[in-house]
């Protein structure tokens, strides 16, 4: 059988490189893409699919498996001794409930509707507390079941055409906070459903800035599934539909605008398009300057205090290790006044000083994280794949800092 045709997975036991192969023309990837992406040649690729290398070690199998998206290490080194999954957490404490709340979705009921103001203000006190809480999934998710439950039976109970509306875009906002707890639950179908359902909502509100969020929302989960093109269907034609709104916008349309045009960028950068991923960021950067010095945009972050934590996040998606740690030695974390975005900065920064071979900048960057906002590292994949990493180094200090910090992500957990 020719080394370019895809293996029968059922003819016998797949070898790490037929899983490899397999894994990397899922995601339409070429072998040189793959090889550049981690830092190697598409010859090496070819060769490790082919059979010709063997198994690479531990640190690259990892650097495969987040270009993959990887869900269990397990899927590409066919080793059950090896399981580990990568970008799912383990699950909050309040996962059950506030997932019970999402899947009863009901269509009627006798549950009162709160009044708009009181309902606008736990939704502002639920994005205050999700920003400066350093266990803020705890906090959101103790208030997520109530605020869905509500938000729901304000749209059904709406009297006239303009109060349903305005109250579609307030579901929207409440699935958006919802989809921010969801993230690297266990249960990814759960998670496009929230992202559905809160575009949905945002159709129908006919709302610039609803509608932007939830595109912006949509997209990250495109992307995180791999799938780019449809990520880049959903910025080009939200931004296509913005753009002739902003002369006259307000701040959180042209922030909401913003993010969704850095989402572009770092598409381009997973398909390590370099030219088109810093086009885009420098045009997110020229909306972030046109906003307020201290405006601060409640769900997508997006501001003058975030654009260099984006140029971290770009440089290291196009897996450029010196420019990477450049840039986050530029960025200032301290000016970032969301604990969990600030924490995801730290995240973002040490994977720039790990792909820079710095590896120990880098766990010391991820413990700086974990002191600003634990939960946040704790269900980061990109922070859990350094530390898996970093805990099979050769070096003993190395190797027992990575182990510390691994404990008290949880890893260790029997």
């Known amino acids: 059988m020719s080394t370019d045709t895809t293996p029968d997975p059922y003819a016998e036991p797949l070898v790490f490189g037929q899983r490899m192969q397999i894994l990397r023309q899922r995601r339409g990837l070429t072998r040189e893409q793959l090889g550049g992406l981690v830092a190697r040649s598409g010859s090496w690729v070819k060769a490790v699919e082919s059979g010709r290398l063997k198994t690479p070690a531990l640190p690259v199998i990892l650097r495969i498996a987040e270009v993959l998206r990887v869900r269990d290490l397990s899927d590409l080194t066919g080793n059950q001794s090896m399981r580990a999954d990568l970008f799912t957490g383990p699950g909050h404490p309040r996962f059950a409930a506030v997932s019970e709340a999402l899947n009863a979705f009901p269509i009627a009921g006798d549950r009162e509707a709160p009044p708009t103001a009181h309902l606008k203000a736990r939704l502002a006190r639920a994005w205050s507390a999700r920003h400066s809480a350093p266990n803020h999934r ?163 972050s997006f501001s003058r205090a975030v654009i260099g934590a984006h140029a971290v996040t770009v440089a290291v998606e196009l897996r450029a290790g010196r420019e990477s740690a450049r840039q986050a030695a530029r960025a200032e974390a301290e000016a970032i006044p969301s604990r969990p975005r600030r924490a995801r900065h730290r995240i973002e920064q040490a994977r720039g000083y790990h792909l820079d071979a710095q590896p120990d900048v880098a766990l010391a960057t991820l413990a700086q994280a974990h002191e600003t906002a634990p939960e946040t590292v704790q269900y980061n994949g990109y922070a859990r794949r350094i530390v898996l990493e970093e805990a099979e180094s050769k070096s003993p200090a190395r190797r027992r800092r990575a182990s510390e910090l691994a404990q008290r992500l949880g890893l260790l957990r029997a």
């Not at 496009?192 to 595109?215: C, F, I, K, N």
């Not at 709104?245 to 950068?269: F, K, N």
């Open 138 to 300: 705890e906090v959101v998710g103790a208030l997520l079941p109530d605020l869905i439950r509500d938000a729901q039976a304000s749209v059904r109970q709406a009297e006239t055409l303009a109060d349903r509306k305005a109250a579609q875009a307030r579901l929207a906002e409440v699935y958006a906070l919802a989809q921010f707890f969801c993230a690297y639950q266990p249960d990814a179908p759960l998670l496009w459903r929230v992202a559905e359902r809160g575009m949905t909502a945002a159709q129908d509100s006919e709302d610039p800035h609803a509608l932007g969020l939830a595109a912006w929302l949509t997209t990250h989960a495109h992307r995180d599934s791999g799938a780019y093109d449809a990520a880049d269907a959903i910025t080009v034609e939200t931004l296509r539909y913005l753009e002739p709104l902003l002369p006259d916008a307000g701040a959180d349309v042209r922030a909401v605008a913003g993010a969704l045009t850095v989402e572009a960028g770092l598409t381009a950068a997973k398909r390590g398009e370099t030219g088109t991923a810093w086009r885009y960021w420098d045009e997110a950067r020229t909306l972030a300057e046109s906003l307020p010095a201290a405006y601060f945009h409640p769900v997508t």
